[in-house]
């Protein structure tokens, strides 16, 4: 099968790979939300990990780290940088059709896509759950627009 | 001398002709066109004589009697029709109550035997699909265990094309000749590369093939034993009654000649080149699992083809291997790598745990492997392996000490 030329480039030099700590660390972290999808005997595992700004709600930095094919590990790295400097709310906007677009995915690699909007989506649901009270960070907005003046 | 990439190592999928083949074949294509059917003059004897002389040669290579070599389109076709052949032929009429007869066949056979047989269940014969081990090996034991009153036909293959291993094909064959059923083995992996007797060997039907041995696509055999018993099939494509009646159309006669070729060089050259291919695999198995933590050499360490390894990796997925070594080519196990997007049936069929099913690579060496070539591939794999386990969440969390085989997947 060919590779698009964004996804050799997302292949071979990915960006963002790593983590905010150990598995038991980043449990332990409140500005952090952790996603990890897929299955080892699918052959994909994404592993995605958000850091969030508590006070705006913005996600300063974005780690990945993914088992699978090419296409797997292509849809992971962007997904790390187009989340970064979004809100959460934003970072759930991202929709696997963009992923697919933005690299051209062939038919049989769409799941790979589909995997990494489930990462988005389960690592903003792990730092909402981790933070009850910080819904989206629509409620910090003030302080934000504040900080920025 | 820079090293000409990228290097071949996918001789299990096919080998490139000989130029010694391609040379004996030229002429069947111009001067020597014509149809072996035409008795009537020169051309047609010119090609009655190259497939002769092919038939010659591949008998010698099996240990048979060129009487007993039926050429065909290749080894899927060859399989076709020895299990529908001899299923058709040696049916219980009228039907018992499992059926037309029973065929015993093994999980991890090709799918050119596989799917022959499951087409005879539908069709109102019965299986049984003997499961190996986690060695890959199936017994003589396995059979007789399996073994009925009906039992009509034992299909197991020579060496399996995933893994290498090598079956107990000499004890099943004596274990079928006593129980007088019909004993055909998927000889494709084998035949040409490892030494066959067909009579020391107790086979009654062996497919093989001319691509696997350097010889053209398009053209294989089916070894028919015409004595002690003598084998009867139904053919399966029937028209001008070539190939006595077992294979009619006109001859491929270029490509009889090539694999007639092939054969002779096979034989002529098979024990140096077994030993030289065994030295190499050695070398590339010792260093890459010495090399990279969590691997292993699936199927049995020493009943395996002297050419072929098959090593998973574990928590590195095969199609991103694939794609960092793309100097290399080989295949993978990987789900990601067949048009079927399902990892390998082989491998799960040896209880292969999942992860490392979809972590394996098959580098299979033939004539023109170097040991240059063996050293690139070490070096590069070993380089692959560590930059993708660098981004694998598995190894991290295989380092932290987590069970992967606790954690509750989300499945998809």
Redesign the interface.
């Known amino acids: 099968m060919a590779y698009s030329p964004k996804v050799i480039d997302h292949y071979e030099n990915p960006r963002n790979v790593g983590n905010f700590g150990t598995t038991a660390d980043v449990k332990k972290r409140a500005d952090v939300g952790v996603g990890i999808v897929g299955a080892p005997e699918c052959g994909d595992v994404m592993q995605l990990q958000i850091l969030v700004d508590q006070e705006t709600g913005k996600i300063k930095d974005a780690k990945f780290k993914t088992f699978g094919c090419g296409s797997a590990i292509a849809s992971s790295s962007l997904a790390t940088e187009w989340l970064k400097g979004r809100t959460i709310d934003e970072g759930l906007a991202i929709k696997n059709t963009q992923i697919v677009e933005e690299l051209s995915l062939p038919p049989v690699k769409i799941h790979c896509s589909v995997l990494a909007e489930d990462a988005i989506r389960a690592a903003i649901s792990d730092y909402k759950a981790k933070n009850p009270g910080a819904a989206g960070g629509a409620a910090s907005a003030p302080a934000a627009s504040a900080a920025s003046r | 001398m820079a090293l000409k990439l990228p290097i071949y190592m996918d001789h299990a999928a096919t080998t490139p002709c000989d130029p010694r083949v391609v040379e004996a074949m030229l002429p069947y294509f111009t001067e020597k066109f014509g149809n072996s059917g035409s008795r009537n003059h020169r051309f047609g004897w010119e090609a009655e004589e190259g497939i002769d002389w092919a038939r010659e040669r591949v008998a010698r290579l099996l240990g048979a009697n060129e009487k007993e070599v039926i050429f065909t389109s290749g080894a899927t076709e060859s399989n076709n029709l020895a299990i529908k052949g001899a299923a058709e032929m040696y049916e219980k009429k009228p039907a018992g109550q499992t059926g037309r007869g029973h065929i015993i066949t093994c999980i991890i056979e090709h799918k050119a035997v596989l799917d022959p047989v499951k087409r005879l269940v539908k069709e109102g014969f019965d299986a049984t699909f003997l499961e190996p081990g986690p060695d890959g090996i199936v017994t003589a034991k396995m059979v007789e265990a399996a073994m009925r009153e009906d039992t009509i036909l034992v299909s197991i293959m020579w060496a399996n094309n995933e893994i290498g291993t090598i079956n107990e094909v000499r004890e099943i064959g004596a274990l079928c000749r006593k129980r007088g059923v019909i004993f055909h083995s998927d000889g494709t992996q084998w035949a040409g590369k490892m030494p066959v007797n067909v009579e020391q060997d107790n086979v009654d039907l062996l497919s093989m093939s001319s691509h696997k041995i350097y010889g053209p696509k398009g053209v294989g055999a089916l070894y028919v034993r015409r004595r002690n018993p003598r084998v009867r099939l139904v053919a399966q494509q029937d028209g001008g009654g070539q190939e006595r009646g077992f294979r009619s159309g006109t001859h491929n006669v270029t490509g009889i000649v090539g694999m007639g070729k092939a054969a002779e060089i096979a034989l002529q050259e098979m024990d140096a080149e077994g030993a030289r291919l065994l030295q190499l695999r050695q070398k590339m198995e010792t260093s890459l699992t010495k090399a990279i933590d969590v691997s292993q050499i699936n199927g049995h360490l020493e009943k395996r083809l002297p050419h072929l390894t098959n090593i998973s990796f574990g ?6 291997l694939m ?1 960092a070594i793309k100097d290399i080519a080989c295949s993978s196990g ?3 790598t067949s048009a079927s ?1 399902e ?1 390998s049936y082989v491998l799960k069929g040896l209880g292969v745990g ?2 490392l ?2 972590s394996s690579l098959r580098l299979s060496l033939g004539r023109w492997t170097t040991e240059e070539q063996v050293d690139f591939a070490i070096e590069n794999i070993t380089r692959a392996v560590l930059k993708l386990r ?5 190894y ?2 295989h380092k ?1 000490g ?1 069970d ?1 085989s606790k954690i509750e ?4």
Not at chain 2, 315 to 320: M, R
Not at chain 2, 409 to 412: D, G, I, P, Y
Request: proline share 7%.
């Open positions: 928590f590195v997925e095969g199609e991103g794609m990987s789900a990601c997007l990892p999942d992860e099913a979809h660098e981004m694998s969440p598995l991290d969390m932290e987590i992967l997947w989300a499945h998809h």
